[in-house]
């Protein structure tokens, strides 16, 4: 029996490359596995040939395939918020554009997805980054689950798939990746059913991580602290 009704979304900032062989692979699943369902693209101010690439893609898989753009980059929170609004199907899943997931895995997802299941949460079976990333990642991890009292395993695995009337209720404010924080947190204090499953993670082959830049950091570090006094502190 095929899953009803999907959206399915990636940011995507320079990931000109690796994007063809994402969406085919994509819309290979989702003619399998899913009866009703969506793409949409959200390029979020590439300056690489990442519109050019989209729009191809979206030509051969119309009208199947939307690609919303912004001039200028919003940041990952940015970029999800604009993707997240654009759903319009029952489910809404999500991962990165730059192919360090494989959407092949999408199906053990889908079968978590029960009556009362509001978030299916990924986590990384073995993280393929260099060492010193992992490293900053594995902290970052730490500490959000520590301060928010996030009980999933790994907030920083953008492997999710949520109920969209959900995602209605809550209000996202967050610009930078300090969003995964704060939508997983808002979900699990819906009290919905949260299940989590094993993926697995690939190095990136091309570009280059919006996350692990200084400026990013900074402004991330600066967000998670005003999102801990208003979830945590002032809740």
């Known amino acids: 029996m095929k899953f009803p009704s999907l959206s399915v979304f990636f940011p995507a900032y320079n990931d000109a490359p ?8 994509t819309f290979e699943v ?21 519109a050019d690439v989209l729009e191809e893609l979206r030509q051969n898989y119309a009208p199947y ?6 001039p200028e980059n919003r940041g990952y929170g940015g970029a999800l918020r604009t993707g997240l609004a654009a759903a319009k ?6 991962t990165d554009g730059d192919g360090q997931y494989d959407v092949g895995e999408l199906p053990a997802v889908l079968a978590l997805a029960g009556p009362a299941t509001g978030l299916v949460n990924g986590y990384k079976l073995q993280r393929q980054d260099p060492r010193h990333r992992i490293w900053i990642g594995s902290t970052y991890n730490f ?4 301060l928010f009292r996030i009980r999933i395993r790994d907030i920083d695995c953008d492997y999710r798939l949520m109920r969209r009337a959900l995602l ?10 300090t969003i995964c924080v704060e939508l997983v947190r808002k979900l699990e204090l819906s009290g919905c059913e949260v299940r989590e499953v094993g993926v697995h993670h690939y190095p990136r082959l091309h570009g280059r991580s919006q996350f692990f830049r200084v400026r990013s950091l900074a402004i991330t570090f600066y967000q998670l602290l005003r999102l801990w006094i208003r979830l945590v502190v002032l809740r």
């Open 18 to 25: 690796s994007l063809p062989a994402l969406i085919s692979r």
């Open 30 to 50: 989702l003619r399998e596995h899913v009866d009703d369902y969506e793409v949409i693209v959200v390029n979020d101010g590439s300056y690489d040939n990442t």
């Open 65 to 70: 395939m939307r690609v919303i753009t912004h």
């Open 89 to 94: 199907k029952d489910y809404v899943f999500y």
């Open 143 to 146: 500490c959000a689950r520590l």
């Open 168 to 177: 209605a209720k809550i209000n996202l404010v967050s610009t930078s990746g």
